[in-house]
């Protein structure tokens, strides 16, 4: 258990439908960021939110839309989804912006999603 | 951008034995970070080792930084079952994110 829980752990969706991917920390981060796994492939860093302000949007497609109420939930709203879209969702939060010689990031268990 | 590279991609080895894995990077960083993956689930953070440092150490890992090679080296002494997981380094190199490779898989056979 770290701290950070992600829902649903595991997501089926066609191209056509709407989802949204939650992430919770209890951890009084204040900063907290979406990557995607992709088999054999780097983590793909998606979005940075710091203190609920987007300070990375990495050249997402438009059909991912991050949100972010408030320092403790992100959510990421799927649309219109593509089959290699297909992937883990990883959420993860740090106590600031990751440039500190201390910094270290927490992560979810992962929403395992998979596009039809 | 990715900018931790591991290798190799993968590696198996008796209970017992020492694994050993390499990172290599691109640019200048502020420091270097190894994590674990068990099958299916999160990162969990192992080691940090700062630009300025050359070796570290937690437990059963050894971590070393060679700045001037851009290259870090991760050793799991008296490997165990448990050990069985991907490994990834993660590089900070001051622009408020971490960049990930793909990561080495390690299998450490009974």
């Known amino acids: 258990e770290t701290g950070v829980t992600q829902t649903p752990r595991h997501l089926v969706m066609g191209m056509t439908n709407k989802k949204s991917l939650k992430c919770e920390q209890h951890?009084?981060?204040?900063?907290m960021y979406w990557y995607k796994q992709s088999a054999k492939k780097p983590l793909e860093l998606m979005f940075v939110?710091?203190?609920?302000?987007?300070?990375e949007n990495n050249s997402v497609p438009s059909r991912f839309s991050p949100e972010c109420p408030n320092s403790s939930h992100l959510f990421l709203h799927l649309h219109t989804l593509q089959p290699e879209d297909s992937a883990l969702y990883l959420c993860?939060?740090?106590?600031?912006?990751?440039?500190?010689?201390?910094?270290?990031?927490?992560f979810g268990e992962g929403s395992r999603l998979t596009v039809l | 951008s990715q900018q931790g590279e591991e290798d190799p991609q993968a590696l198996s080895i008796q209970e017992g034995e020492n694994a050993t894995m390499n990172c290599s990077y691109k640019?200048?960083?502020?420091?270097l970070q190894w994590y674990r993956q068990n099958s299916g689930r999160g990162l969990v953070h192992l080691i940090l080792?700062?630009?300025?440092?050359r070796e570290k150490h937690s437990g059963r890992l050894r971590v070393t930084l060679d700045t001037s090679k851009k290259s870090s080296s991760l050793l799991i002494t008296a490997s165990r079952a448990a050990d069985t997981a991907s490994y990834f380094c993660?590089?900070?190199?001051?622009?408020?994110?971490?960049?990930f490779g793909a990561g080495t898989t390690v299998t450490v056979r009974a």
């Open positions: 993660a590089t900070d190199a001051g622009d408020y994110k971490l960049s």
């Open positions: 939110y710091n203190f609920k302000e987007q300070t």
């Open positions: 951890l009084g981060h204040n900063a």
């Open positions: 993860a939060s740090s106590q600031d912006l990751v440039d500190l010689n201390t910094g270290e990031l927490f």
């Open positions: 080792i700062r630009s300025n440092e």
């Open positions: 640019t200048s960083i502020n420091n």
